[in-house]
RNA sequence: GUGGGCGUAGCUCAGCGGUUAGAGCAUCGGACUGUGGCUCCGAGGGUCGGGGGUUCAAAUCCCCUCGUCCACCCCA
């Protein structure tokens, strides 16, 4: 047998119902606030997210999936969506239509990972992109439409934390600062942040080990560190998630993996996820477009892990509804019937009635089981007796009563039956 | 890459040296010959993840390997 390679999965229905959920709710959203999809292609030139993400990040040392093509170039199936948007963005030369675009993407993303609880090597993201605005108030609506997502979904126990990771200019210094702070300290510090304190000292703030939160308890601040061109963009921003009715709290020492990353970042969390707790989480990137070759365009964005989106749904149960179109089925009985069916079958599918029918020709006893497995909320019977006088039998499966209808009037009779009934609510709790 | 848990029927699991490996659910059939759900009866379905070893005897003990889950690193 050949199963699929280890962090690959597939998404079966009824699951797949909870997804068409989330991406319908978020196309709407993103589009009410002025966004436009995006496709990209999944492969690019591996320089690409090397000089974007950056060289020495986990993701480009350890977790590309890069393979030679036909002629040798080295292609990657992408880790994340921004640096190929933003690829396009310059391309297409999109900042020539407006100094403002917006973009929304979703699509399947990969890392070569060990899988574990809300980590696969094929995973997949929702994300927007904001170019030419650096004005804060960009940062804080981008935040209110993702968090109004959240609300759309009906989630609870999210939490929104912001920081600020300051600019090329104040971030060095502040890295100076928080070394030096360090450096007397390092022998105290974890296995973990010995080596961090090397290569990403930020990264000994958000150390899980007791010993290292007390140690960078005392560690300055970067949001005191932070330049004032810094400081009053990140005011700004909280300022207007104040206005917008966001909540959020701060978290001076959150750390993004991503080298692009400047100014305001954020990490929406949620109980329940398992240790990879993050459900979104972005930021601003001045500067990225410009290093990548285009022109000096400021960006804001964010990605949102759609399996991590669709557990915390999913914990959600029954108060998350899917709507759901009701089920006909037909069964069938004897061969004349078989061949009457055909056509009937086409006419009512056609005409917009979900409708299942029997391919087994077994008993009706037998069809009758399948259809009420189903969910069935009709079954029409087309038998001999029917034939006979032109007509089938409608059952109605909750109620058990049946009527005899002409069979030139099926259509018309099942529209009138299933517009009575209002749209069924699958329950989530048993997916 | 590192550490730990778990692999027995389609699913959830029991059995943990001793006949022919079980249960519940699911599937199929019958009781009920053209009417589902409930009940009862019956049937099918397993190289006990794979390989090697110990033993008179291995699903059970040991080693290796593969898979999976969780955690670390890191991230959505």
Known sequence: MINSIRGFNDILPPETSIWQHIEKEAREIFEAYGFSEIRVPIVEKTGLFSRSIGETTDIVEKEMYTFEDRHGEAITLRPEGTAPVVRAYIEHKIYGNDPVAKFYYLGPMFRYERPQKGRFRQ?????????????????????????????????????????????????????????????????????????????NPLRTLDCKSPGCIEITAHAPSILDAVCDGCKTHFEKVKEYLALSQVDFSLNQKMVRGLDYYIRTTFEITALGLGSQNAVAAGGRYDGLVKSLDGPDTPGFGFAIGMERLVMLAKDRGQQLAVSNQPLVFIAILGDKAEKEAVGLIKRIRTSGIRLERDYSSKSIKSQMKRADKLGARYVLILGDDELSSCSIIIKNMQSGEQEKVALDRVEDRMKELLRKSASIKINLDIL
């Open 123 to 199: 995973f997949h993201q929702i994300g927007a992109e904001v170019f030419g605005i650096d004005d804060p108030k960009a940062d804080a609506e981008t935040l209110e439409m993702l968090v109004c997502l959240f609300q759309k979904l009906g989630l609870e126990g999210i939490t929104l934390q912001i920081n600020s990771l300051g600019c090329k200019e104040c971030r060095p210094l502040y890295k100076e600062k928080l070394l030096s702070f360090l450096q007397d300290k390092k022998s105290q510090l974890c296995h973990d942040c010995q080596r961090r304190f090397e290569i």
